[in-house]
């Protein structure tokens, strides 16, 4: 498909595969990016069309071509209107644009048992896909990266005894009953949409997610640039890299920060984007505190760089997230060679990892006291902070690669020829490790 041309144009004796996400190249924020891999490798075994919209988050205001064909996948556009997604009636707006055109575009282009993957981001459109399919006697496949209304009952916008609540239960059985797979990102997820599906036989698969090791490497942390330009190279940094938004405990690390305001020897450093930003940015220009810093989200390609920037890096979410979401940036961490001192529920997936692969501590969300004496503790293993980054690039590099989710999605979504693919996996992965 040539650039602004027909995308029904190109021909391929691959199954085809449709990806519906709203996220997509040159999208490098989390969900647009692991999508752009996801449909780049799995465009080895199948003829990958990917429907999204333009660009509304770090590349906001870039207007790609309707039509495109980037790394074997061919790209559709479809319209809709990207207001400023801070916004709730705008951002509720542009989910309702977009999703009316997804769905025209979907009924016009779909063919009869073709399979559509379509990701929960947003909370719609799996549902818009499913009744898309339906109409064009299709498959379609959920790839859950956050539960709903779970994400909602957590972030305290709805209560859990709500209509609403009951209603999106409701239809989220009626849309894992009739789906092909159902795809969940941790085990926490994947007992809970079990449980949310009792009885609807919904077949649903975990495949975790992996860890950008071509970009993201440990770098010795006297080469780093940015401790040095922030002038905290002498010090103990925890670093807060990613999301902030409403399910994510940004106020409990605030908290500790206060506490830790006349430690000269331990640093905050937070990075990123989200609804707590700015109340992030209120509290620190009101208190002034001399031991935390805050920057701005740094784009992909300066990602190394951040993640570096630290002793230990922080992951937290609120309570009553276990099986809700998995935060993607656990992977990235473990790929930069990080400790990982996390605020989460001990049976969630973030947790098990901390655990299985030694790389670190976890407590409950929103206990300051609980969080401060694991600071401390963390603090005080400075013989131990090397072995766990060791063991969190080793993890990431044996066990959190790439090829091995491209294999295991080609093979729930139908294709049979990943074999050769996953053999030469293992070749880059014994490369890797020799660097």
Known sequence: MREGGDPQVERSEKKRLWIVSELYYPEDTSTGFHMTQLAEGLAEFFDVNVLCGQPTYAHRGTIAPKFERHNRVNIIRARGLTLNKDVVPFRLLNMATLGLSVFF????????????????????????VALAAKIRRAKYAVLVFDNYPETLVAAEKLGPDSVVVRALNLANRWLYKHAYKVIAIGRDMKKLIEEKAG?????????????????????????????????IENKFVLLYSGNMGTTHDIRTIYECAERLRDDSEIHFLFAGEGAKRKWLERELAGKHLPNVTLVDRHPRERLTTLLNACDVALISVVDGMRGVSVPSRITNIMAAGKPVLAMTDPASEIALIIDEEGIGRHVLPGNSDDFLAAIYDIRGRTNELADMSQRARTAAVERYRLEDRIGKYAEVLGSSGTSQFLQESFTKQSEILKD
Not at 106 to 118: C, D, I, P, W
Not at 216 to 229: F, W, Y
């Open 105 to 128: 575009h979907a009924v016009r282009r779909l063919s009869k048992g073709e399979t559509l993957l379509v990701v929960t981001t947003p909370p719609t459109m799996p549902f818009i």
């Open 199 to 231: 009885g609807t036989g919904a077949p649903v698969e975990l495949i975790a997610l992996w860890a950008d090791l071509d970009t993201i490497k440990p770098v010795p942390r006297d080469q780093n640039a940015l401790l040095r330009e922030l002038g």
